[in-house]
């Protein structure tokens, strides 16, 4: 049913199991209302009136939308323990989140330009972060006070990440080196040379990989240039003894190989030729016997690192690859290019299981769930055409069919991550936004917090009417209503006390807060301490 209830007195109204989607309650008294597992997705709630309602396993599609960032997110990364979300902005700071809440828990400055890498250690005690001002600072994940400043690259760090045990740090630049470092001594243990390329990225496998899901994209925008993707891969080996490197772009330079180097004497112990076209992804098996190379060539490469020798050649894609990832089991591959698709390959074979199409515009990652039975995939356009795809797929990997399409970016999706626990995934875009989504219920979670000041400066509440209502309205009622867009609204509505608890256990009230809402608790407190 498709009903108005505007005006209308439901005092001590008791609903559950149902949904109220799109329903329109405006000025409505809901005082002592009990809602037990009820979606409230669209609900219209101006200017009710909601006095000591208990309101638990409520369910909502309220955008989560992490916002604090003036430049665009070039790199998230979830901890290990999957609480916190650490992201970097070409505003040249780090936000620190909490996934639960969305809330900002610290705001990291001290670079001095744009932040474009970050990376948890294992144990989540520390952050590293690389920055176009060529420095790499280390934080404490906890605090968010500056524990280092490492100055030894030449020009801009792209990218930078923790190895598996935590003890040693790797360093890609546009300098064309790869550095490596005691993290407790914070001193350079390594340095290694070779390519003719700049390194845009390090990211380290499988260890790291199988919570961190896949790596992260780094995004190099030139203002009044056509938009240019240089991404540069760098893994360690599941012992932490070896780091796979491969080259930049070949059309600037770069020499399109892929080097194995031991990590502590930095000697190249392999290279492997054979791309014709900048190396623009890496990715390790869970075993490190399987190196995996994705290609402005158009191919994607199985290397055995073992012998030192190209196992496979896979083609299928007709444009560029932009990313590569293992599923955790080692069996699967899955790709996303250039050319809109995605593939999964089946390792064993070097075949082609199935395309994924769903996309209109170019996947820029793609990433597996833990458990191996999802895959995630980010879209989006270099070219700031109308209507491009800003979309984030869930896929099943078995069927290859599409699952769920999570949409809320304005720009390009440029970076996907599941969780560990592989209920949630996170997205950074270009849209200078981090949103984190609720793989179970495909919607995004409840956005960040606001306090009370915020939103007090920020809404004018009108001033309270003692409003009567009918005496003979209806004590009970279920309404559904189907509708594609709801969008919550709460402006104006009048709280006192009660409970708004969502479905996992999360308080409602910095919702409530950001649309406008006011409560009256704070009033009474402050009247109550003055008598």
Known sequence: MKVDLANQSFENIRIQNTQLIGGNFVRCNLNGSEFDNVDISGMNLNNAQLFNCKWKNIKINKLNKLEGHSGIVSSVCISHDGTTLASGSFDNSIRLWNVKTGQQKAKLEGHSDQVLSVCFSPDGTTLASGSWDGTIRLWNAQTGQQQAKIDSHSICINSVCFSPNGTSLASGSYDNSILLWDVQKRQQIGKLDGHSGEINQVWFSPDVYSFMGCQNRII????????????????????????????????????????????????????????????????????????ASGSGDKSIRLWDVRISQQKAKLYGHNQYINSVCFSLDGIKLASGSEDKSIRLWDIKTGSQKSKLDGHTSSVYQV??????????????????????????????????????????HTHTVSSVCFSPDGTQVASGSWDQSIRLWDIKIRQEIEPINKNCEQTQAQFKTPQYQNNRFSKDAISNITIVLISETPIFQASGALILKGEFINHQGVDLRSILRSEGCFFFDSQLDQHQKKN
């Open 220 to 291: 190099k925008l030139q203002i009044g240039q056509s938009y240019q993707l240089r991404l540069h891969t760098v893994g360690f080996s599941p012992d932490c003894t070896v780091l796979a490197s491969g080259s930049g772009n070949a059309f600037i330079g770069g020499d399109c190989s892929i080097r194995l180097r031991d990590v502590k004497t930095g000697i190249q112990k392999a290279k492997f030729d054979g791309h014709t076209s900048w190396v623009q992804s890496l990715c390790f098996s869970p075993d490190g016997n399987i190196l």
């Open 367 to 408: 990433c597996f769930s833990l458990d191996g039975t999802t895959l995630a995939s980010g879209s989006g356009s270099q070219n700031l055409k109308k209507n491009f795809d800003k979309t984030i797929c869930l896929w099943n990997v078995q069927t290859g069919q599409e699952i769920a399409q999570l949409v809320g």
